[in-house]
């Protein structure tokens, strides 16, 4: 007799059976991707009636067969991360202000964070009644607003829990300026804040806050005046999470040097902090023969451990790399506790689900992605048996040993840099490529040296001791930062992509995990899609033209590589544009492009496109151009942007992009292949909250006309 149909399967499933649980957070995350990739309401009542009647039908027609109840747990735990992202996004809903307003306001202070580096104060405000314009009418404003401030401009007794009175100039969350950028109306969005922007002096305390700021951000300023510049910074970043106090130089050095993980407090940090009580504890206790004969120690050392984990996690703004890194460290205490294996990707799994349920809007962020696919790697690497069997104890020379150890922190680097590249990638549009070299060193100087000296520091603070041991610690600072900055500035050291699509990311995704999460040798299949999406990724040419969603910037790619339009954009608009680019470095000015035409208004480049030539018409500044002219320049174009209303018989011969139409598209990107590709950051139908928000009402403009003669 054949074998039944689907018995293979069957059997690889038992041998897998282990790893099924695995899968668990993955279905459930794939849900939660799936409210994010569909456009509206009817996609994901659609989608998620789909998966709940796929889940129910396998479970109740293969309740026998292993497949089926695979299918069935994973497609319900698909429509529970569906509707959890659904009902937070509705939870969280709140009002966002229609567009630019200047307006003064009494508001409490619910957040301070020092930018010192940029010589700023962020505020996260909650706004009270009364809000007004510069004419003395009322203006709505949303609930929470978040304004910079000059550092000079904080006035004393500003702090959490203040109540003040400000004027500000805010405007809604923007969206990505385009297509591959940084979405900060969705993260705006779950953070329920409906307007940002800049504060203006004076500042009046109606009611002061807490002294000093909260226990964070007076720690953060005890650190950063002990050690200055960036090593404070980082020394800041290490105990507190404040990234405020390190110079924008040199942490751009740090990531492209692959160290930023050691910005942002997470396993790294947690792992040497709750490690370091466990054993300091357990160490002491055991001084004591009573205590260690009728005490069970490891489980008292635990509970220390879990305590300080827990005081740590909430000193450091509990950002989700610092609350995955808690779970995991919680888990790994009460598995030391009982005698059981600590690490595991049981564990792991466990970590991912705890904090998709309570934030499953963080799947969709770099910082989640980054966390998880970092400790994913680690562990699936040191679980295989070959390599457990390599790297784990011997019986051999010291030498031997230590050669041994540091072999497996490069093999552990390296598997964590191929693992987080295409994440890297995809969210900054570059990736490092010497990082695994770089953490051989600033791993150890940062768990080892660093972060014991820096806390002995703190503690005889309390007794006016800590002056060596600052020193000591600047010393390890100041190496860690050279390092960085040798490591970023090597030639090579990071490759500069384009936007990568989006199927492309997913299928490199859907691929690791296949190969970090079964242990047969089916794993293998994983290197299909793994390889495919890098394919893919690496086969998008860069865009050709990039155009902001104000159409007030445009890079575009000439001859002698990607041009800027303005002479006097920001830092953020020409890092943003070089990024998207797939530039590593400044972009140079359009005018000073040899087959560039400008003029201060006005600038005209051909495009070399496959098999063509594309002109392209911008305009450069606000004055007014002869409508004669400007008709006759569009008419010549192919495409013409413009930050203005251009006239109706301003035809360009195949696109235009003025305030209209970049009004309904967002920011745009252009290929100009053999088949011209048009990407746009809004698209048609996209229901998601942030992009239609409710909208708080707005003041009446007076529009002024001037007239023919006036």
């Known amino acids: 007799m054949g074998s039944r149909p689907g018995s293979g399967i069957e059997r690889w499933l038992e041998a897998e059976r282990d790893q099924l649980p695995l899968w668990l957070p993955v279905a459930m995350g794939a849900g939660i991707a799936a409210w994010f990739v569909l456009a509206d309401e009817r996609s994901w009542t659609a989608a998620g009636l789909a998966l709940a009647a796929t889940g129910l039908a396998a479970l109740a027609l293969g309740r026998a067969e292993r497949l089926a109840r695979v299918i069935g747990v994973g497609a319900l735990a698909a429509t529970l991360g569906l509707a959890l992202v659904w ?47 510069g004419r003395g009418r009322a203006v709505a404003l949303p609930p929470r607003v978040r304004v910079n401030l000059a550092q000079a401009d904080a006035p004393a007794g500003l702090g959490e829990g203040a109540v003040v009175t400000l004027r500000a100039r805010l405007m809604p969350p923007p969206t990505a300026a385009v297509p591959g950028a940084y979405d900060f109306s969705r993260t705006a969005w779950f953070a329920g804040i409906g307007a940002t922007g800049r504060g203006f002096a004076p500042i009046s305390v109606v009611r002061a806050g807490e002294g000093g700021g909260g226990l964070r951000q007076r720690l953060s300023a005890h650190i950063t005046e002990r050690l200055p510049g960036s090593q404070g910074g980082i020394a800041a970043a290490l105990a507190t999470g404040d990234v405020g106090a390190i110079e924008e130089a040199d942490a751009d050095a740090m990531r492209r040097a692959g160290l930023a993980h050691l910005l942002s407090v997470s396993g790294l940090h947690i792992t040497a902090v709750v490690a370091a009580t466990f054993l300091v504890v357990l160490k002491l206790l055991a001084l004591s023969p009573w205590l260690a004969l009728r005490v069970r120690l490891p489980l008292v050392a635990a509970l220390a451990g879990a305590v300080v984990a827990i005081g740590y996690t909430l000193l450091t703004g509990s950002q989700v790399p610092t609350i995955r890194s808690c779970v995991a460290a919680l888990l790994v205490l009460a598995a030391l506790a009982m005698g059981r294996e600590a690490v595991t990707l049981r564990l792991v799994a466990c970590g991912a689900l705890i904090v998709l349920i309570v934030r499953p809007e963080s799947l969709a962020g770099a910082s989640f992605q980054l966390s998880f696919a970092a400790i994913t790697a680690i562990v699936a690497f040191h679980e295989q048996p070959v390599v457990a069997a390599f790297f784990g104890p011997h019986e051999e020379a010291r030498w031997r040993r230590w050669g041994r150890g540091l072999l497996s922190l490069l093999a552990t680097g390296l598997v964590v840099e191929v693992a987080l590249m295409p994440i890297a990638a995809y969210h900054f549009h570059r990736a490092g490529l010497y990082g695994a070299l770089a953490n051989i060193v600033a791993i150890p100087l940062t768990t080892f040296v660093i972060m014991p000296l820096e806390a002995a520091a703190l503690l005889l603070d309390v007794v006016w001791l800590g002056g060596p041991l600052w020193w000591l610690a600047g010393h390890g600072l100041a190496a860690l930062l050279g390092l960085a900055r040798l490591v970023a500035g090597a030639p090579g050291a ?194 998601h909250p942030w992009r239609v928000p409710p909208k708080l009402s707005r003041p009446e403009r007076v529009r002024f006309i001037r007239r023919a003669g006036n």
């Open 87 to 133: 009902w937070r996004a509705e939870r969280v809903s709140a009002p966002v202000l229609a567009g630019p307003t200047v307006a003064r306001f009494t508001a409490e202070v619910e957040r301070v964070e020092p930018l010192a580096a940029r010589g700023l104060v962020r505020l996260t405000l909650l706004t009270l009644a009364g809000a007004s314009d």
């Open 494 to 687: 990071v490759a500069a992509l384009p936007a990568m699509p989006e199927g492309a990311f997913g299928l490199m995704v859907a691929g690791g995990l296949w190969l970090a999460l079964w242990r047969t040798r089916w794993r293998r299949a994983g290197l299909v899609p793994l390889i495919a999406g890098a394919g893919w990724a690496l086969a998008t040419p860069a865009p050709d033209l990039l155009v902001t969603g104000d159409a007030r910037h445009l890079a575009v790619r000439t001859a002698g590589g990607m041009a800027l339009l303005r002479d006097r954009a920001g830092d953020y608009t020409r890092a943003m544009l070089a990024e998207n680019g797939g530039v590593d470095g400044e972009l140079a000015l359009l005018p000073d492009q040899p087959g560039a035409r400008c003029s201060d208004d006005l600038c005209m480049v051909d495009v070399a496109g496959a098999g063509r030539t594309w002109r392209v018409l911008a305009t450069r500044s606000g004055y007014p151009v002869p409508a004669g002219e400007l008709i006759a320049a569009c008419g010549r174009a192919d495409i013409v942007v413009s930050e203005r209303w251009l006239p109706r018989r301003c035809l360009p011969r195949w696109l235009k992009l003025d305030r209209p139409v970049v009004a309904r598209t967002g920011g745009v990107a252009i290929t100009f292949g053999s088949t011209p590709q048009v990407d746009t950051v809004l698209q048609a139908g996209d229901r």
